[in-house]
């Protein structure tokens, strides 16, 4: 399509949050003079909601810019429009690493009314964040022990507790178990979810933190709101305008394909629109907002991912009843030893749920004033309370936790996301059983790939939810929306000049490769030593635990004889990995050999890691942070290829000397040589397995066993014999696994259901299996 007419195109945008407004401004900003934003209230700002209280300014919904630094675009549009203070904006704050929690100055208070001493904490603590780091990491080992991350944290903090607390009296160990009881509840305020037992394991890593300690706005988060909605045309957003209904199209093209019914009767053609209602309000109304309905692999993935709500209870004194230099207050109940994070009776112990406060600083700007945070269904129900009674309880609740019955708020206000008709809660979460493929159909454009017939890119969906790793926060949202912006700027650029972005990424790219002081690769050697000398190289042979070491002398002679001198294997899951710690001085040194790149009077270096997809280089990273920063996760990581999309920032993983490293996208020959090598490549998870089919992959995946003579999974599925029959082993599999599926069969005397072995989910275990090393050390070539 000619760009010229792209411009000319009628665009709908479906909610005027942060993701419709950035999506708006950037097609705009490139020429496109048919935009407009349907609004179903009287505001723009969606989930960013600032209020007044008292004389304060407050924040209703979103609070924080969460990872204030360059890499994150809404703190540098809040610099650009001046909306920060100084301390946010200094060079020491964007360079702290806060992995997601900041460092803030705690008071713990009991329920018996007692303040407890910080440093008796500090063991519960420190457990309570390691069991949370390496639930983080779980992911890109290819499985996880526990379906949810609570019951990943329950299972540990029991084990460790009984091996690291054994000479504590038992009145220290309850206490303890009680504290990481309250730190539950602060993990579902975080996530937004009703109970970690929601929050999937498997996923949990999926969420990727940004450097910057957390920062607020000063003027209040709507400010930002404000100054994007400044650079739009007057009149592109039309508020009290609920869409009841998108029609479009996946058979056959027309003029324009889509119509936007809004609920005065009004329908409005368009050739997109841009869908970007919150998750929640997706999930309560996709059955009538969408004609036809979702494709079922989108509409599974809306329902498997989690919508949870966080509220406010903001209230405010006369004179602090906290530390001065205190910023969060936690409220330990003394008979949650058994590790709990949600109520048994909402409706009499709803209060509970709360876990603390935030203390508003600075003091000289709010005054007295607390923001408390309770999650889950006790928040929910709290919303359908009088006022009075949620202070009420407020009240008797602090009362309790200080032991002083004279303490009153002057007044209070509280947030009610849930009953919000256009949000139904607060952000999302990975629910059990989610992968990074269900945020990747969430945010899949209708009609998905392979309707010829359709136009293409009809309705484009944008939010927090569908964005891949910044899934929950503002800047994950505005992400989305230039990010289906680009997408259109991108279709309709496709036969014209290449778009600004594109250039500026490509100049980027130039700048990381550059100042890149080496890298490493792990594909095409033979007859590359000229190219590979352009920079020092290193060979990382990763996931060695899952190898047949015995063939390992012969690999390394291999490699030597195609050019290769410089090898390293490493097992980047395993918590200690001796050679890990060679990495560095290897690095070190071969950049030293180098006088070209050895010429900087600061000894500071810049590696780019490369490779093919899945082959752990992620987790390379993030193994080198723990063993030399003792810090953790930075790069996202998963068991399947594609996790990581773009060339990332610069991310440190070494101070001695100081090291970055740049973490990239995996990538493949265009053309792959063979189907065996495409079948070795898809087995070792470098090529999504829908795409090969893991029916497919299984039965090579057996014939690869047998044929090395790898039996174990003879024992593992209990099958007497090996089998070169994949419909047998399968079977077998779900039989063992309780792997089955209903479905309707037709007989003479009318239908029955029926269960039958779901060979789909078999060869799913199956392949995981040999993923995890549950089938043995195999070489494939």
């Keep these: 399509m000619a760009l010229r007419q792209g411009l000319d195109s009628h665009i709908v945008i479906i909610g005027s949050g942060i993701a419709g407004i950035a999506a708006a401004q950037k097609l705009v900003k490139y020429g496109f003079h048919n935009v407009r934003i349907l609004e179903a209230t009287a505001r723009s700002g969606g989930r960013v909601k600032t209020g007044k209280f008292g004389n ?112 504590e009296g038992a009145w220290t160990r309850a206490q303890r178990m009680c504290l990481i009881s309250n730190l539950l509840k602060v993990e579902c305020a975080v996530n937004g979810t009703h109970t970690m037992d929601q929050v999937g394991l498997g996923a949990f890593g999926l969420y ?104 406010k209870i903001f209230v405010e004194f006369d004179s602090p009843w906290w530390d001065v230099d205190c910023e969060i207050i936690y409220l330990v109940w003394e008979d949650e030893e058994d590790l709990v994070d949600q109520v048994a009776d909402v409706k009499r112990s709803w209060i509970r749920k709360l876990f603390g406060f935030t203390v508003l600083k600075p003091t000289e700007r709010y005054g007295h004033v607390l923001c408390g945070w309770i999650p889950g269904h006790e928040s929910e129900y709290m919303e359908t309370l009088p006022e009075h009674e949620v202070m009420h309880a407020v009240t008797q609740l602090i009362r309790r936790f200080t032991g002083d019955p004279t303490i009153t708020p002057r007044r209070m206000l509280r947030s009610q996301w849930f009953h919000d008709p256009w949000t139904c809660g607060s952000y999302t979460y990975l629910g059990r059983g989610c992968s990074a493929q269900d945020l990747d159909n969430l945010m899949e454009p209708l009609p998905t790939k392979g309707s010829s017939q359709s136009q293409p890119l009809q309705v484009l969906f944008a939010g927090e939810a569908t964005h891949a790793c910044y899934y929950s926060t503002v800047h994950g949202a505005l992400l989305s929306g230039w990010r289906e912006a680009d997408r259109l700027i991108s279709h309709y650029s496709s036969t014209g000049p290449p778009e600004p972005l594109c250039r500026e990424k490509s100049m980027k790219l130039c700048h990381v490769l550059r100042n890149a002081a080496a890298f490493r690769t792990v594909f095409d050697f033979g007859e590359r030593e000229e190219s590979l000398d352009v920079r020092p190289h290193l060979l990382v042979l990763n996931k060695m635990d899952l190898a047949d070491l015995s063939t ?230």
């Excluded at 997706?282 to 509220?311: D, E």
Aim: charged content about 25%.
């Design 56 to 167: 304060n300014i407050i924040e209703i919904g979103a609070n924080w810019i969460h990872g204030p630094s360059e890499e994150n675009p809404v703190y540098c549009l809040a610099r650009h429009y001046g909306l920060l203070e100084p301390e946010a904006l200094s060079p020491e704050n964007q360079a702290m690493d806060i992995g997601g929690h900041p460092p803030w100055v705690p008071n713990w208070f009991s329920s018996s009314g007692k303040k407890l001493k910080t440093e008796d904490m500090n063991p519960a603590v420190d457990l309570f964040v390691e069991l949370l780091n390496e639930a983080s990491e779980l992911e890109s080992r290819g499985g996880e022990p526990q379906a949810s991350v609570g019951d990943f944290i329950r299972t540990e903090t029991r084990r460790r507790a009984e091996e690291q607390w054994q000479g």
């Design 208 to 311: 990727k933190t940004l450097p910057g300690l957390d920062c607020t706005f000063p003027g209040g988060y709507e400010g930002l709101v404000r100054s994007l909605m400044s650079e739009l045309p007057g009149g592109l957003v039309t508020y009290r305008r609920p869409v009841s209904c998108v029609h479009w199209s996946n058979t056959k093209v027309a003029v324009q394909p889509v119509s936007v019914e809004v609920e005065d009767g009004e329908r409005i053609t368009a050739d997109h629109v841009i869908v970007t209602v919150p998750l929640g309000y997706l999930k309560m109304h996709h059955s009538t907002l969408f004609s036809p309905p979702l494709p079922l692999h989108k509409l599974h993935s809306v329902q498997r991912m989690g919508f949870g709500t966080n509220n």
């Design 552 to 781: 390992k002398e012969r690999t390394v002679k291999e490699l030597e004889r195609s050019g290769m001198r410089n090898i390293l294997f490493t097992d980047s899951l395993k918590q200690r990995d001796d050679n890990i710690k060679k990495l560095v001085p290897m690095v070190t040194e071969l950049i030293n050999n180098k006088p070209r790149f050895n010429r900087d009077e600061n000894t500071s270096y810049c590696l780019m890691v490369i490779g093919v997809p899945n082959v752990g280089k992620s987790s390379l990273i993030n193994s080198l942070r723990r063993t030399y920063l003792k810090k953790g996760r930075a790069s996202r990581v998963g068991g399947e290829p594609g996790i990581t999309k773009a060339v990332l920032t610069r991310i440190q993983v070494c101070d001695r000397p100081i090291m970055h490293l740049l973490d990239t996208p995996g990538v493949l020959p265009p053309k792959i040589e063979s189907v065996e090598t495409g079948m070795k490549l898809a087995l070792c998870g470098t090529i999504l397995d829908h795409l090969v089919g893991e029916d497919v992959i299984a039965d090579y995946l057996l014939y690869s066993l047998n044929r090395l003579q790898k039996f174990s999974y003879v024992e593992k599925y209990g099958l007497g014999d090996p089998s070169d029959d994949i419909q047998h082993v399968l079977k077998r599999i779900a039989v063992k696994l309780g792997k089955t599926q209903r479905v309707k069969a037709i007989t003479g005397v009318g239908n029955i259901t029926i269960k039958i072995p779901n060979y789909t989910a078999a060869a799913y275990d199956f392949i995981r299996a040999f993923r995890r090393g549950e089938l043995g050390q195999v070489m494939l070539n």
